[in-house]
């Protein structure tokens, strides 16, 4: 059983920048494509960004596509988020996710979430 | 596709049934719709893909339906257990939306 671990959350500035990292453990998640979701204070669930298994295609929200990046490491299980250019909006728990589905869409649901890093962005 | 899920909290007591409505702003194709289970200081947990396949682990009392434009997930009898929030999400777009989400809470 895949679990998967967030790190890099902080108190950072307007204006600031951040790299989250998102480490698998217990299998490996190189084939799956993986996504990132934001869940601002006491709010909904927001889907931010993925990235197919090659680290070649990317996706992104509105909220996030130019200030954003999203990377992954096969050989080390593992994928990124960073972010620039921080608003006070993007405060929230950020989480990893496993995405899967009918092969052959590139149309994914969520199996399998981290506990998330928290981002406070704040002056 | 914009979600909305109906209603925004729901006030039952174990034993009971319960219904929870989530309604697309455009026709979501081949059911790709999932619903997930959230309680406070967790994260999201997969209840239901593609409308009414149960994930994992998920007990039977849990079910999801419909088509289309309207969903539903009814939980037969709840137990203390499933009182959370629960949120639909559609993959018929690459660009996934959440719905804001309904609190289902003890009465």
């Known amino acids: 059983e895949v679990q998967l671990v967030e790190s890099g959350g902080d108190l950072v500035q307007p204006g600031g920048s951040l790299r989250l990292s998102c480490a698998a453990f217990?299998?490996?998640?190189?084939?799956?494509?993986m996504g990132w979701v934001r869940q601002a204070p006491g709010k909904g669930l927001e889907w931010l960004a993925d990235?197919?298994?090659?680290?070649?295609?990317?996706l992104f929200a509105d909220s996030v596509k130019g200030r954003s990046t999203i990377s992954r490491d096969n050989a080390r299980n593992s994928v990124s988020l960073q972010m620039n250019s921080l608003r006070v909006e993007d405060t929230g728990i950020y989480y990893c996710?496993?995405?899967?589905?009918?092969?052959?869409?590139?149309?994914?649901?969520?199996?399998?979430w981290g506990r998330g890093t928290l981002v406070t962005v704040s002056s | 596709i914009v979600l909305t899920q109906s209603p925004g909290t729901l006030s039952l007591s174990p034993g009971e049934r319960a219904t929870l409505s989530c309604r697309a702003s455009r026709s979501i194709s081949s059911t790709y719709l999932a619903w997930y289970q959230q309680k406070p200081g967790q994260p999201p947990r997969l209840l239901i893909y593609?409308?009414?396949n149960r994930a994992t682990g998920i007990p039977d009392r849990f079910s999801g339906s419909g088509s289309g434009t309207d969903f539903t997930l009814t939980i037969s009898r709840l137990e203390p257990e499933d009182f959370a929030v629960y949120y639909c999400q559609q993959y018929s777009t690459s660009r996934y939306t959440f719905g804001q989400g309904t609190k289902l809470e003890i009465k």
């Open positions: 990235i197919k298994p090659n680290g070649r295609d990317r």
């Open positions: 996710a496993r995405e899967v589905g009918t092969s052959g869409t590139d149309l994914w649901y969520f199996d399998v």
């Open positions: 217990g299998s490996s998640v190189s084939n799956y494509w």
């Open positions: 593609d409308a009414s």
